[in-house]
């Protein structure tokens, strides 16, 4: 089976910075799109930002703060988050678009989540 998993989550201060890294494990062909929402309190779960083989997309809210990156031979992707604001807090989780084999369907995998909360 496929498992998508989060690291880096924490607590950090207003205008500081955080990287989440998401690695994608088990039988994997290809990956087409990854990247990552979030579930801010009290509100919908929400596209952060996603990542192709040759384009990005970021939400308005974190434009010019975030930077999205990744590993095809490590299969992981990190976000980098910078500036950041306390309604930026939030549980995040990383998604990746993939086939486990070469004639197999893309199917949207999930990760567990992980909380960033920025307060002081």
């Known amino acids: 089976q496929v498992q998508l998993v989060e690291s880096g989550g924490g607590l950090v201060q207003p205008g500081g910075s955080l990287r989440l890294s998401c690695a994608a494990s088990?039988?994997?062909?290809?990956?087409?799109?990854i990247g990552w929402y979030r579930q801010r309190p009290g509100k919908q779960r929400e596209l952060v930002a996603e990542?192709?083989?040759?384009?990005?997309n970021y939400a308005d809210s974190v434009k010019g703060r975030a930077t999205i990156s990744r590993d095809n031979a490590k299969n992981t992707v990190d976000l980098e988050m910078n500036s950041l604001k306390p309604e930026d807090t939030a549980v995040y989780y990383c998604?990746?678009?993939?086939?486990?084999?070469?004639?197999?369907?893309?199917?949207?995998?999930w990760g567990q989540g992980t909380q960033v909360t920025v307060s002081s």
């Open positions: 998604y990746a678009v993939l086939r486990a084999s070469r004639f197999g369907p893309y199917t949207k995998y």
């Open positions: 088990g039988t994997i062909d290809s990956i087409n799109d």
């Open positions: 990542i192709a083989l040759s384009s990005t």
